[in-house]
Structures are given as structure tokens and as C-alpha cells.
């Protein structure tokens, strides 16, 4: 069954492996987590397939949607899905520890503007997601690979933003955070090679109020760690 495969493996044509998002791995489960499994999974759970979404049919209305890549434990992707019922809300993480905790507060309260992936994020967007059908990107402190000879492991790299903006909408955005500079500064880095997005700000963003502290945040601002913000959008013209 697709939600529990312990592992995405992908070759390029070269025989390398692509770009990847994530590595999914076994973990746990406590009882009201495969409960979850069980008893939400048909509703609100879209299993990876080569078949483009038409989001109409998966929502059931034409608002419009955001996809968030790598949820963590679905905290924030909850309270800004609640502060925004007319937008509909795509989030996609693999670890099934936060996945199935997304999952369990999504059926117990009902929320019908939230549906789950669990695949790697590259894989779906080239696979299952339409060009220019994507209002806007959430990515909130992905792994920054610290490690030097560790950088190409990192989410946004120039192919990835590419592939984000074939996605979007005229006018849409991708927003990232990240409290690791350097990190942050590749991502403004990136994105500017990228024709057909803009910056705004010409530099970080402000903080945007509807988008809550996340408990790792937190642990970042403790240690003293700088909280960036990147927001980039998609040339009207």
C-alpha cells in the first residue's frame, strides 16, 4: 500500500539519482495514528499515481491551491488552512510520524480544504501536478544540509525552483523560511536565476502575520538563530 512504503527510490536517465525532497522512513505509529490510517485515509489521503490531478474533482470546488511541501507535524499547514477556507491546501511530507498526526486532526475537526500526499515532493509535482495550476509554494525550514560536500542535497537548487515555477500561476508565489543564513542566502540566490520569478522585497521579506510560530522556530530563536524569510512570485507578463 502506497502509504506505507518505507522508501521512494528515483533514477535519471543517466542512471543517477534525481533530485530528491525527502527520504521516507519507517517509524511508530501510536494507536490514534493507524487509527487515522484507517479511518481517514480515503477521504482526505491522494495516493501517488501517473495521473495528473484536475483539483475540482479532489476538492470539490475551483478555489484555488497551495501546496506545502514538507509539513513537519502539520501544525502550521492546520492554522493557516483554518484562517483561509476559500483556499484549498495540498500538503506533502513523507516522515509518517507528522503525516498521520496532520491526518488525525484533519478528519477529527473535518477540515475540508486540506488533502494529503505521501510521496516525495519532486516526483509528484513532475508527475501529478498541472503547469501553471498552482496559486502558491510552502516551504518552511527544510533541511539545510549544513554540511558543505551535503549542499546538493538541498531542496531549493536551481532545476527544483525551475520546476515550482513551470507550476504556477501568473502571479503566484513561493514562500520559504529557513533559520539557517546561509541557506537563506542561496535560496535568494537561486530563485533570482530563475526568468520568470521576481522578488519583490529585492532581498528577504518581511514576516507575514498568518503564518504561525512553528515549535522548531522556536527552538531556532533560542538558539539565537536568525529566522529568514523568501518570497518570490511569478511574472504576470
Not at 511508530?28 to 495516493?47: C, F, G, H, N, T
Request: proline share 6%; glycine share 6%; aromatic share 12%.
Amino acid at each position: 500500500m502506497a502509504l506505507i512504503l518505507p522508501r521512494v527510490e528515483s533514477k535519471a536517465e543517466d542512471g543517477r539519482r534525481s533530485v530528491k525532497s525527502f527520504v521516507l522512513r519507517r517509524s511508530r505509529l501510536a494507536p490514534y495514528q493507524k487509527e487515522a490510517l484507517e479511518l481517514y485515509s480515503d477521504k482526505y489521503v491522494i495516493p501517488f499515481g501517473p495521473e495528473v490531478l484536475d483539483f475540482e474533482q479532489v476538492f470539490g470546488n475551483t478555489n484555488p491551491v497551495i501546496i506545502e511541501i514538507g509539513f513537519g507535524m502539520g501544525h502550521s499547514t492546520q492554522r493557516i488552512a483554518s484562517q483561509m477556507p476559500l483556499t484549498n491546501f495540498l500538503a506533502i511530507e513523507v516522515f509518517i510520524n507528522g503525516f498521520t498526526k496532520l491526518l488525525a486532526n484533519v478528519g477529527r475537526n473535518e477540515i475540508q480544504n486540506i488533502r494529503l500526499i505521501r510521496f516525495d515532493a519532486v516526483e509528484v509535482l513532475q508527475t501529478m501536478i498541472s503547469q501553471s495550476s498552482v496559486l502558491g509554494f510552502h516551504i518552511f525550514f527544510p533541511d539545510p544540509w549544513p554540511k558543505k560536500k551535503h549542499h546538493k542535497r538541498r531542496l531549493i537548487q536551481k532545476e527544483f525552483a525551475q520546476l515550482l515555477a513551470e507550476k504556477l500561476v501568473a502571479g503566484g508565489y513561493i514562500y520559504c523560511v529557513t533559520d539557517w543564513q546561509e541557506y537563506a542566502d542561496q535560496m535568494l540566490e537561486v530563485f533570482a536565476t530563475i526568468p520568470t520569478l521576481y522578488n519583490p522585497h529585492n532581498g528577504f521579506s518581511p514576516p507575514h502575520s498568518w503564518r504561525p510560530t512553528t515549535n522548531f522556530e522556536e527552538k531556532g530563536l533560542h538558539k539565537r538563530h536568525i529566522i529568514n524569510e523568501v518570497w518570490v512570485e511569478k511574472s504576470r507578463e
